[in-house]
């Protein structure tokens, strides 16, 4: 199995309740379309200031709580 690394935005939306993605991406000053694909996996590359951002935004101090390593299927990894 191969590991990747995931953006848990639909949980922090629902943890920190903010309304949509939409709301996030407009109080972290990120570009909706960019969260959108971080959300949904189709960006590869992380912008650790996104990240940054999130956090201090939502007043998170340990990026666990934003990213997650978890194992996915090795075929699935290679097609994206």
Same mark, same amino acid.
């Given at each position: 199995? &191969?590991?990747?690394?995931? *953006?848990?935005?639909?949980? @922090?939306? +629902?943890?920190?309740?903010? /309304?949509?993605?939409?709301?996030? &991406?407009?109080?972290?000053? *990120?570009?909706?379309?960019? @969260?959108? +694909?971080?959300?949904?996996? /189709?960006?590869?590359?992380?912008?650790?200031?996104?990240?940054?951002?999130?956090?201090?935004? @939502?007043?998170?101090?340990?990026?666990?709580?934003?990213?997650?390593?978890?194992?996915?299927?090795?075929?699935?990894?290679?097609?994206?």
């Amino acid at each position: 199995m &191969a590991k990747q690394v995931v *953006i848990k935005i639909d949980y @922090l939306i +629902e943890k920190y309740e903010v /309304k949509s993605l939409r709301k996030l &991406a407009e109080m972290c000053d *990120i570009r909706h379309a960019a @969260l959108s +694909e971080l959300n949904n996996g /189709k960006r590869r590359n992380i912008n650790f200031g996104h990240i940054e951002r999130i956090a201090e935004t @939502l007043g998170i101090e340990n990026i666990t709580e934003i990213i997650d390593f978890v194992e996915v299927d090795e075929e699935k990894a290679q097609a994206d």
